[in-house]
C-alpha cells in the first residue's frame, strides 16, 4: 500500500510539474504568438513602405528616362552607367555604345577648356554645382549643356555615383550670338550713320553750293548750261538718297526712343490732321474705330506706321471709284493691339510683287510719284517695336495692312 501510494505521489508531483511545465510552454507560446503577431504588423508596414518607395522609384525611374533634359548616371570613377532617351535622342549615341565611358568624351576642338578644368573641381570638390559646356554629338553635331552634377554618398559618407541632369541651351545660345552679331552690326551702323551725316552730307552740300555759284557766271555756253543742269540734279538725287539712308540708319540706332502709354484716338486723330489736304484733295472717306483706348509703346513709331499705310492708300487709290480708307484698332491678346488698314484702291499684284514688298525703293505703281521707302520704313518701325506685319490685296480691289504690335 505504501509503495502505491509513493507511486501516486511521485506520478502526482510529474502531473503537477507537467502542469507547470506545459503552462510555462503556452505562456512562451502565447509570448511568442504575440511577437510573431508584432512582427507580422512591422512586416506589413515595412512591406507598404516598400512598396511607396517603390512607386516612387517607379515614378523617379520614368521622370529620368522620358523627360526633356538629359540624365546621366555614373559611377564613383565617373564611368557611364545609365543614360536616358533625350541624352540618346540629342547626342546620337546609345546607352549601349556609352555605358563604361567617361562623359568627357563628349567634348571637342571648340569646348572651352576653362569650363572642362570647372567641371574636374567642381567633381572633386564632392558638391552640388552647375557648369555651362559644349559637347559634341556622334554626328558631329555641336550642342550647348547646362549641367547640374549631384553626388550620392552611402551610409559611411563615401561617394558610389555621380547624377547629371543637363539642359540643352543650344538655342539659347544661338540667340546670343545672333545677338552678339546684331550689336556688332549696330556699331557698325552708327559709325556708317555718323559718316554720312557728317562727311558725305558736308561734301554734298559744297557740291551743290558750287553748282549755284557757278550758275550766277554768265560766260558759260548752251551745252554748258544743260551739263550744269544735269549735275545739279544729280547731286539732289545724292543728297536725296544719302538723307534716306541717314533717315533708316537713325530709325535702327534710335536709342532714345521711349516707351509709354497713350491713346489710339489722339494718335489716329493726328494722323487725320495731318493728311486733312491729301484726304481733301482726293475726297476719301475716312473711317476709324477703336475697340481699346490705349497700349503701351513708341508712339511717334506708331504714328508713323499709320501715316504711311493711310498716305499710301490715299495716293494708291483708284479715279474709278470714291476712296474708302478704315482704321481699325483693336486688341487680340491682354498684351497684343492690331492695327488694320483697309483701301478700295488700286490694289498690289502680291504674285508679282509680293516678294519685294518691304524692299528699299521697291514702287509697284510707276504713275504715281514716290521712292519706294514707305512700306520698307513701316516694315523697320514694326520689327524693331517687336511686332508683325501682313498684306492681303486685289488687284483693282483694294489692300488690307495688318500689322500687330505689343504693348509693354
Request: hydrophobic fraction near 35%; include cysteine; glycine fraction near 4%.
Amino acid at each position: 500500500m505504501n509503495k502505491m501510494t509513493t507511486e501516486l505521489t511521485d506520478l502526482l508531483q510529474k502531473l503537477q510539474a507537467s502542469e507547470i511545465n506545459l503552462q510555462v510552454n503556452n505562456e512562451e507560446l502565447q509570448a511568442a504568438v504575440e511577437e510573431l503577431a508584432t512582427m507580422n504588423e512591422e512586416f506589413y508596414a515595412l512591406n507598404d513602405e516598400l512598396e511607396a518607395k517603390n512607386e516612387e522609384l517607379e515614378k523617379l525611374s520614368l521622370l529620368a528616362r522620358y523627360t526633356h533634359e538629359l540624365v546621366i548616371i555614373t559611377d564613383k570613377h565617373q564611368q557611364i552607367e545609365w543614360v536616358n532617351e533625350a541624352f540618346e535622342k540629342l547626342t546620337g549615341y546609345t546607352l549601349y555604345e556609352v555605358k563604361g565611358k567617361k562623359p568627357s568624351f563628349l567634348q571637342g576642338k571648340d569646348t572651352n577648356p576653362e569650363h572642362i578644368r570647372n567641371l574636374r573641381e567642381g567633381i572633386l570638390r564632392k558638391e552640388p554645382f552647375q557648369q555651362e559646356i559644349l559637347n559634341y554629338g556622334k554626328r558631329g553635331n555641336e550642342y550647348w549643356l547646362l549641367i547640374s552634377i549631384t553626388p550620392v554618398f552611402d551610409a559611411e559618407g563615401n561617394i558610389q555615383k555621380f547624377v547629371a541632369v543637363e539642359l540643352d541651351m543650344t538655342s539659347q545660345k544661338e540667340q546670343e550670338r545672333r545677338l552678339n552679331e546684331l550689336n556688332t552690326q549696330n556699331t557698325s551702323l552708327q559709325q556708317f550713320s555718323y559718316i554720312v551725316s557728317h562727311n558725305l552730307r558736308s561734301n554734298v552740300a559744297n557740291l551743290l553750293g558750287l553748282t549755284e555759284l557757278i550758275k550766277d557766271e554768265t560766260s558759260y555756253s548752251e551745252d554748258l548750261q544743260g551739263y550744269l543742269q544735269l549735275l545739279t540734279k544729280t547731286v539732289k538725287g545724292l543728297d536725296n538718297t544719302i538723307t534716306d539712308l541717314n533717315e533708316i540708319l537713325h530709325l535702327r540706332n534710335d536709342i532714345n526712343k521711349v516707351y509709354r502709354q497713350f491713346r489710339w484716338a489722339e494718335l489716329v486723330e493726328e494722323v487725320q490732321e495731318e493728311l486733312l489736304p491729301q484726304i481733301v484733295a482726293k475726297k476719301v472717306d475716312f473711317q476709324y474705330v477703336i475697340t481699346h483706348e490705349t497700349i503701351k509703346t513708341v508712339k511717334s513709331y506708331c504714328k508713323s506706321i499709320v501715316i504711311n499705310l493711310v498716305s499710301n492708300a490715299i495716293k494708291y487709290s483708284s479715279p474709278a471709284r470714291k476712296p474708302i480708307i478704315s482704321v481699325k484698332i483693336t486688341q487680340i491678346a491682354p498684351k497684343q493691339h492690331q492695327i488694320t488698314v483697309q483701301d478700295n484702291g488700286l490694289g498690289i499684284d502680291l504674285d508679282k510683287y509680293g516678294a519685294n514688298l518691304f524692299g528699299m525703293y521697291k514702287r509697284f505703281h510707276t504713275e504715281q510719284e514716290g521712292k519706294g521707302l514707305g512700306l520698307y520704313i513701316v516694315k523697320n518701325q514694326v520689327d524693331i517695336l517687336g511686332g508683325a506685319i501682313s498684306i492681303a490685296s486685289e488687284v483693282n480691289e483694294g489692300s488690307t495692312f495688318t500689322v500687330v504690335l505689343p504693348s509693354h
